[in-house]
């Protein structure tokens, strides 16, 4: 105790020494304003007779209306053994507890109260609506189902595991004052929260439509949202609820942790659990990005105009806007606009009636072998040449600022396919999982070439083209090793580890090797937006194998594919006839389906579902079944290479 406290002490003794002493008889009287100082919490005084002065005299029946109150010796002996004991320096109130623990405690209020919100919405406003559907048919049952999306997991989720666990935990708050344990055991579990919230924009324009569509789907809608359970709250606003839980959670674990004494045995565990919440949020936030981006891509692709089989949902908008394009003929530029994605530049001219498209696509530039520099031309300032194999094209920028924005967007776009082409020049995968040598460009003609095996390919490395028996047959190219057709390998060139003899090479090994320049109509023809580079392997590949597709979307023989979810493109099924094509035959955006287990009785079955689109594979072992489905899971809830991950999934 410090001496000003003590000395405080005693002091407050000395007075109620004093005061305890005026009660005995004989007493000095003491002043009025003492009897106050220290009233005893809980104890009421009565007000004691009035001791009447010579100059007034107290009538019969008066009842005075104040006077000076005497104190019990009760209380001044309770008084004086609390002032002993330092009981003095805590509040008259019962004692409040920790900081920490109210945080904790407003978490599992707020936890009861969304845990009967998710029940009002999966118990009542689902399965009702699912009962209705089923019975009247006015309204198909997977309406009901995309509106809800996974609420039924996120209900089971916090009603079976978050509530009871956090409830347990404040029980036992005496003897295991900590949650961040608990937190970061459940934590992951929150990601699943992706998948409702970007279904959540969607979710809500079927509600509206529905309910203005289906007189019966209103009326239950209608009949929940009257009932006390609902609080007069519209089925929109429960909805929403899941959307904003994740970032609550992180706002009370970050107070949760700012209340926690700096030597507190849970401020670690609580920090990391912190942390693990903020990015189950980031992930919701990853899954809406990524929704608002093929949400804008289709968006130009309708100003465009382009038809089904140019639209990839791996492309990525860089930059759009007006330019003029500096003509040849004429001396006024003309005003284009142009459209640059990650793979290629659209120039576009405006439509004078837009009635659907906006623009009418004039050129393609792929990026691949774009080049982009400026223009030292004083008739027509802030111009830049753009040169791609298919054109090259002068253009002019608006300003300065302007044009330096569309060439670095160029630029990057042109380093990043280039970085891309170079990842998949490194390896090219073999059926049985073992790497084929590629050689350096250096190396041509300076040793074999490993040949890549015929049935690898079922189209020509070079053109893309797909073989057939009569008109367009197998060959190889005795420098790169690659299976090309005859068109693409009809070239000579001298081999050194051939004793330079003249062997049948590829336009590619030709090129290289001899120097020439063919014609232009012996060109390479133009690659197709969709065409992707090899089909990766492992080292490239978050998932491949052999799939046997199966149903009538493939075809009633059920032929076996070479599927393939790329590194670079995690959101993407790719589907090849063989491992080595050079261009895949169907691309499936992974995104938003539902990942299920096959028909009854094929334990090596699984499917992929969304909106009336069904696909159904069948793997070689139940293990690589259980491999593909977390895979496809995963990037269904828009998960990247860039999160981390539990385990690698490549076969």
């Known amino acids: ?355 659907g498209a906006q623009f009418q696509v004039r050129t393609r530039i792929n990026v691949a072998g774009m080049k982009v520099r400026e223009l030292s031309d004083v008739e027509f300032p802030h111009s830049f040449l753009v040169s791609g194999k298919q054109r090259t094209l002068e253009l002019q920028a608006r300003s300065e600022e302007e044009m330096v924005s569309w060439m670095q967007a160029c630029q990057a776009a042109i380093d990043q396919i280039e970085k891309r082409n170079e990842t998949f020049k490194a390896a090219v995968q073999g059926a049985e999982g073992d790497a084929q040598e590629q050689l350096q460009s250096e190396e041509l003609g300076l040793r074999a070439p490993q040949w890549v095996r015929d049935k690898m390919v079922t189209m020509c490395m070079r053109c893309q083209e797909p073989f057939n028996a009569l008109t367009r047959r197998r060959h190889h190219c005795r420098a790169c090793g690659y299976v090309v057709c005859a068109r693409c390998s009809d070239y000579k060139a001298e081999l050194k580890y051939n004793d330079n003899r003249p062997s049948r090479v590829c336009l590619a090994c030709y090129t290289f090797l001899t120097g020439s320049v063919l014609p232009q109509d012996r060109q390479e023809r133009r690659r197709g937006i969709l065409e992707k580079g090899a089909s990766a392997g492992p080292d490239q590949s978050l998932m491949c194998s052999f799939l046997q597709l199966i149903g009538d979307k493939w075809g009633k023989s059920g032929p076996r594919g070479w599927c393939v979810i790329p590194r670079d493109d995690p959101l993407v099924l790719y589907v090849y006839a063989a491992p080595q094509d050079m261009r895949a035959h169907t691309s499936i955006p992974l995104l938003g389906y539902q990942v299920t287990p096959g028909p009854q009785g094929d334990p090596r079955a699984f499917q992929l579902q969304q909106s009336g689109q069904l696909y159904t594979f069948k793997a070689e072992t139940e293990e690589l079944k259980g491999r593909w489905m977390k895979a496809m899971e995963r990037a269904a809830s828009g998960w990247s290479p860039g999160v981390p991950d539990d385990g690698d999934l490549s076969d």
């Open 1 to 355: 105790m410090e001496p000003a406290d003590e000395e405080k002490l005693a002091s407050v003794s000395s007075l109620v020494t004093v005061f305890e002493n005026s009660r005995t008889p004989g007493a000095e009287p003491r002043a009025h304003g003492l009897e106050d100082a220290h009233p005893c919490p809980g104890h009421r005084p009565q007000p004691p007779p009035l001791s009447l002065g010579p100059w007034e005299k107290q009538h019969v029946g008066e009842t005075p209306e104040f006077g000076p109150r005497s104190m019990s010796r009760r209380c001044l002996s309770s008084l004086k053994n609390k002032l002993s004991s330092g009981a003095w320096r805590r509040p008259c109130q019962p004692g409040t507890e920790p900081e920490e623990k109210r945080v904790v405690r407003e978490l599992l209020e707020t936890e009861q109260a969304y845990v009967a919100r998710l029940h009002l919405l999966d118990q009542v406003f689902f399965q009702e609506l699912l009962r209705e559907a089923r019975g009247s048919k006015a309204f198909p049952e997977d309406v009901v189902r995309l509106i809800f999306s996974n609420i039924s997991s996120i209900h089971q989720f916090h009603a079976q595991f978050f509530l009871p666990e956090l409830q347990r935990r404040l029980d036992d708050w005496t003897t295991t004052p900590r949650i961040g344990d608990v937190i970061q055991k459940l934590a992951p579990f929150l990601k699943m929260y992706s998948e409702y919230v970007k279904n959540f924009g969607r979710a809500a324009e079927l509600l509206a439509t529905w309910t203005d569509k289906s007189p019966p789907f209103q009326e239950v809608v209608a009949r929940i949202q009257s009932s006390e359970a609902s609080g007069s709250l519209t089925l929109q606003h429960h909805m929403l609820e899941p959307v904003q839980r994740v970032p609550r959670y992180e706002l009370l674990l970050k107070e949760y942790v700012q209340k926690l004494p700096a030597q507190a045995p849970d401020r670690a565990a609580a920090q990391k659990a912190l942390d693990m919440i903020f990015s189950a949020a980031q992930h919701s936030n990853a899954a809406i990005a990524e929704m608002e981006r093929l949400q804008d891509l289709w968006e130009v692709y309708q100003r465009l105009g382009l038809d089904d089989d140019m639209v990839d949902p791996s492309n990525a908008l860089l930059r759009e806007g007006p330019v003029f394009k500096i003509s040849f003929r004429r001396r006024d530029p003309m005003e284009r606009y142009l459209f640059l994605f990650n793979n290629m530049l659209l120039y576009c001219v405006p439509r004078v009636i837009q009635v």
